[in-house]
């Protein structure tokens, strides 16, 4: 395994710096990794000119099909269907997606270049180069939901408070330390603070995909490849290109918890049979126990859609339906006042048009249509979960005192 400069200068010409290109030769096999910062005009020039200079086989980028359409077709947003997000249950990923881009775009905008640019730059040099483009990533859903199944209840607050901190600071970064990034002494570093403040997500986030990563690129046709990675992944993918990897485990959803689906079904049966008791022992005060569930429950859920300024209708759907779908876990009350919301200030083209631009800020993550109903949707279900616990709270210590 060796680095070394691609470009073959001329005389007149310095060689290029080649400090994250990596040389790997697997028997017959000759593997170039092209570790980038995904918002990095360097890494954009470098991608090309190891690709045009290498004549590969095959080009392997770290993208999965979803994300590839999404680059591929800049118009996506336009055709989504936000009452379709909401039903299938996807309006906290595709916040969070939003997120996550948002943070990336805003440091892109920076530098003046298209987030992802070295991934498309791989996509058409690999078409000039008459190279097999192959999508070696593993699909973001499973890599969210093997992340999300993995944290712990102050993980996922924490993770959810950093990130949204982060995404909105106004702090800048140099050009200078976004190349350093690149070098394999930085992006230890950083893996170890990362590994250090949330270890739940190394392995996901960063291990499994080495893997996944690792296992196509070796599987890649022909006898010479290039890959085209974020830098971060190049120590492991180095490492897993050597051993022999099985896909299936790193391709499963994580199934629900036994104990959290036996907990989220004996609350409410917990709480409809200390109302019904109480009912029986003492109609007053049963009537009190229900109210007190109703509006603790529904309370909450709708300052939580107010919170997101939901539309006055939203956030009376919020009130009526969180006290019942609280005892009913099929049931989210985010999703009633989410199709209200959807339904009375649908998203227009605009909308859907400045979706990239509005989530920069946190105004635009408001103004925006498309990212208010998700906001609806997400803060609405925060709020009915924390009434739950309130009035469910409230009814235990109602029926304590009229034993």
Not at 291 to 307: K, T, V
Request: aromatic fraction near 8%.
């Amino acid at each position: 395994m060796e680095r070394y400069p691609f470009r073959y200068p001329g005389k007149d010409e310095e060689p290029m710096n080649g400090e994250n290109v990596t040389r790997i030769q697997l028997g017959e096999k000759e593997i170039i990794l092209v570790g980038t910062a995904h918002v990095s005009k360097h890494s954009v020039e470098q991608v090309k000119e190891v690709i045009e200079s290498e004549k590969p086989d095959a080009v392997c980028i770290e993208l999965d099909e979803q994300r590839y359409q999404s680059i591929m077709d800049r118009d996506r947003w336009r055709k989504m269907d936000i009452f379709k997000v909401i039903k299938e249950k996807k309006a906290a990923l595709l916040l969070v997606n939003l997120l996550l881009s948002s943070f990336q775009k805003r440091i892109a905008r920076q530098f003046g270049i298209t987030p992802g640019q070295e991934m498309i730059q791989g996509i058409e040099s690999a078409k000039a180069a008459g190279a097999e483009l192959v999508l070696a990533d593993r699909s973001i859903q499973v890599t969210f939901s093997r992340i999300w199944h993995g944290m712990s209840l102050m993980g996922k607050a924490k993770l959810m408070t950093q990130l949204i901190t982060s995404i909105f600071s106004n702090e800048e970064i140099t050009e200078q330390e976004m190349e350093q990034m690149k070098s394999q002494d930085m992006i230890q570093a950083m893996l170890q603070d990362f590994a250090d403040s949330f270890p739940e997500l190394k392995k996901p986030l960063i291990d499994e995909r080495d893997q996944y990563l690792a296992y196509h690129i070796r599987n890649a046709p022909g006898n010479k490849v290039v890959a085209v990675l974020g830098a971060a992944h190049v120590p492991g993918v180095t490492r897993y290109l050597h051993q022999k990897l099985e896909l299936a485990s790193l391709t499963q959803v994580p199934p629900k918890s036994k104990r959290l689906t036996w907990l989220a079904w004996a609350i409410p049966i917990l709480i409809i049979g200390l109302i019904a008791y109480t009912f029986y022992l003492n109609p007053s005060a049963g009537l009190q126990q229900t109210l007190s569930w109703i509006l603790w429950n529904g309370s909450f859920a709708a300052l939580g859609a107010a919170l997101a300024f939901a539309h006055p209708l939203a956030i009376a759907t919020a009130f009526v339906i969180a006290p019942i779908s609280s005892l009913n876990p099929l049931m989210a009350a985010g999703w009633f006042s989410g199709f209200v919301q959807a339904f009375i200030r649908r998203p227009s083209v605009a909308d859907f048009e400045n979706l990239s631009e509005d989530v920069f800020s946190i105004k635009g993550f408001w103004r925006n249509q498309v990212t208010r109903i998700l906001l609806v949707v997400v803060l609405t279900n925060i709020g009915s979960a924390l009434g739950t616990f309130v009035g469910g709270a409230d009814v235990i210590r109602r029926f304590i005192d009229h034993l």
